[in-house]
């Protein structure tokens, strides 16, 4: 079923293929090497380590998303492949040039407001804090959310096409 809406955020009508409860999982890429050492900024091996906790956690969850999106940058996608190993990823898993730590969130939210399927996103701060707080209130600097490095935060859309926080975990909250 198809239902054409108004954004509240602006006057173009967007088409939506409407099914309650869209999940977002966003994630922080995993502690990553400090550029002065390797410019490339791979993840370190305490990065890599939190990221397969979180994952081990996460499996028994059974998460299917359609879309895995991950920023360019190293560190987004080794923690996006860490995690790619114990959800179903749909439909496909890419690398965005839009994902960058300062790009606009804006955009990104005009793109979820149109889609239906339950996508995952790694990458960086500011980017992922802009956008949860820009979804969730509809500001980007409301800094709703402390994000962790390999922590992932689960929101959902309701039928009333409004974001809220369904649940968030973190390496620090796992034995």
Not at 8 to 14: E, T, V
Not at 128 to 152: C, D, Q, Y
């Amino acid at each position: 079923m198809y239902k054409t809406r108004n954004s509240c955020y602006n006057d173009r009508p967007y088409a939506v293929k409407w099914r309650p409860n869209m999940k977002l999982y966003l994630v922080q890429h995993a502690a990553a090497v400090p550029k002065e050492i390797n410019a490339d900024r791979p993840l370190t091996d305490h990065g890599r380590q939190d990221t397969e906790k979180v994952a081990a956690f996460i499996k028994p969850l059974n998460i299917a998303v359609d879309y895995l999106w991950h920023s360019q940058k190293t560190r987004a996608a080794q923690t996006a492949e860490i995690l790619s190993e114990v959800i179903e990823v749909k439909t496909a898993q890419a690398g965005r040039d839009d994902l960058a730590p300062n790009d606009n969130v804006a955009p990104l939210r005009e793109k979820l407001a149109a889609l239906a399927q339950d996508i995952m996103i790694v990458g960086h701060l500011p980017f992922l804090s802009k956008l949860t707080s820009l979804l969730l209130t509809g500001s980007e600097s409301a800094n709703t959310v402390a994000f962790k490095n390999s922590g992932v935060v689960c929101l959902n859309r309701s039928e009333q096409s409004r974001w809220q926080v369904d649940w968030a975990i973190t390496p620090e909250l796992l034995a």
